[in-house]
């Protein structure tokens, strides 16, 4: 490019960055445009165009580690990402409720690889020292397409046809995966071991039991048979996981990084961090659209200026990460962010909305702080052969988190006011008290998380922060002499 060879780390994260934001673009265009789908199909499961995805994932986020180390990291992504593409357009063409949801489970297969694979491509191609900077770019795509979604997929639902919001996923596709398949290299783990079929079988057994009870309960009633038996089931698919998981040589899921100290510490910040960012992502829309009237698209604007406060925080955040370190990056960003959620707790009928607008801007600004150090930090000190299996572990943990999240808060919502239908005159009172209560406990979840942070040790990230001190030490040296 220009004349100069473009580094390889470089070319991973294109590839990567265009693969994550279409995935993570994926679930939030596609929940603006259930109403539309439920009508088209004639049916009351239309949920089930998004829980066939999210159970797919739940299925195939563990498995993604042992497949890069044992097929290569290029192979697998590409696959990956060939089935996410090929699964959109099946899903543009689905003629029956039937075909739309089988298909949408063909693209959380592709979806449920490519985050773990993608962060092991990415964090092997980029050294230590620059893992802030690489977190970065990982920001983009997670914290800009949950933003775009619902704007995009309102656009798409209201003056064209639901079929695009699967068809846009295609041309984009085609061309990462042709730079993918031109560019990246091979890369394979000489310990993948032998296939682990009990922890396959009881991982993704668990944690699809696990998300679908969390999913359906608050609309179901969790004290209805399906949902208890999936939810005790799952737990107990969870038990005996983790059992085989830490007695087999060869384990599906490495559950023995989490002996590792900053990783184990920086999955339980991400956990606490996800069930409160997500949660608050699916809350909002809900008070803007069913409380405050407004549409898809006027939501999905309010909710936008988030995704720019990320944006430059992020910027800051990755340049500040050597000198500050993790713990007091993530816990400052983590604190304020709650401090500015719980600025939620007062809203009303007729809050500004610009008022939230704003708020939601500072709300971005904060958490940039936590998110690129929390990724860059997580596997300071985990070995590059490891880095497979650990990122299926986090991947996995914030795919709970998410349920997790979303569950608590939809159940509070749930007990409070109707979550498919404006309130009535006479329940706005009630309505406006779920609310805030949900956002309440948004705030305390942001608040454990900083806590946890607190608890970090930066001298276990010094492997991602040490040696860029050196190169700005001598960047400065070699000012100075010139």
Known sequence: MFGRRMPYKYVVAIVYVTALFLDILDVTIVNVAIPALGVEFATENAEWIVLGYTLSLAVWIPVSGWLGDRFGTKRVFMFAFASFVAGSLLCAVAQSIGQLIAFRVVQGIGGGMLTPVGVTMLFRAFPPVERAKASTYIMIPTLLAPALGPILGGLLVTHANWRWIFLINVPI????????????????????????????????LALALVVYALSEGPRKGWDTTVVLVALVVGVLAAIAMVWVETHVPQPMLALRLLGNRIFRQCNVVSLLSTMSFLGVLFVMPLYLQLFRGQDAFHSGLTTFPQAFGVLISSQFAG????????????????????????????????????????????????????FVPMQAASYATIAPADNGRASAIFSTQRQVGVSIGVAILASILASYMSLSRPPAPDEMADALTGYRIAFGVAVAFTFMAALAAWFIRDSDAAATMAARRSQQTDTVAAGERS
Do not use: K, Q
């Open 319 to 370: 340049r500040l990460y050597a000198r500050v370190g993790p713990r007091r990056l993530m816990t400052f960003g983590l604190l304020t962010a709650g401090l500015v959620i719980s600025m939620f707790i007062g809203l009303d009928e007729d809050t500004n909305l610009w008022l939230i607008r704003g708020m939601m801007f500072l709300r971005g600004l904060c958490m940039g702080f936590a």
């Open 173 to 204: 596709g085609l061309v990462g995966l042709w730079f993918g398949w031109r560019h990246l290299r091979e890369d394979r783990s000489g310990h993948a071991g032998r296939f682990d079929l009990p922890g396959f079988v009881l991982s993704g």
